[in-house]
């Protein structure tokens, strides 16, 4: 069975971090990008950060630029996204989800696009002022 096991969610105060995990099985990881949506309560969903397993090409939001961070750890089929300098802005339930597409990062994560092969259960990130 595919799943996309999203964790690491929790809360922080403002200015502190969390690393979130997104471990991938039945599918082939290599094949895929895989990245992280969220969605705060009465906003849009908004595509965070995604990499393409493959070669490694990334994408961050402007919103994440500079404060986060995916990597992956081939071995374990796991993308981790590393959030730093966590502000109230941040808190929303966090989404990981895998694409087999062509597509460029950009496209594939941003609010065009609906076509998302895989989705993880959310996790709930909470950043306190």
């Known amino acids: 069975d595919v799943q996309l096991q999203a964790s690491g969610g929790g809360e922080v105060q403002a200015g502190g971090s969390l690393r979130l995990s997104c471990a991938a099985s039945?599918?082939?990881?290599?094949?895929?990008?895989i990245g992280w949506f969220r969605q705060a309560p009465g906003k849009e969903r908004e595509g965070v950060s995604a990499?393409?397993?493959?070669?490694?090409?990334?994408y961050y939001a402007d919103s994440a630029k500079g404060r986060f961070t995916i990597v992956t750890d081939n071995a374990k089929n796991t993308v981790y996204l590393q959030m730093n300098s966590l502000q109230p802005d941040d808190t929303a339930v966090y989404y990981c989800?895998?694409?087999?597409?062509?597509?460029?990062?950009?496209?594939?994560?941003?609010?065009?696009?609906?076509?998302?092969?895989?989705w993880g259960k959310g996790t709930q990130v909470t950043v306190s002022s």
């Open positions: 039945g599918f082939f990881f290599d094949d895929y990008a």
């Open positions: 989800a895998a694409d087999k597409s062509e597509y460029e990062l950009g496209y594939l994560f941003g609010l065009d696009y609906y076509g998302m092969d895989y």
């Open positions: 990499i393409k397993i493959r070669d490694g090409t990334t």
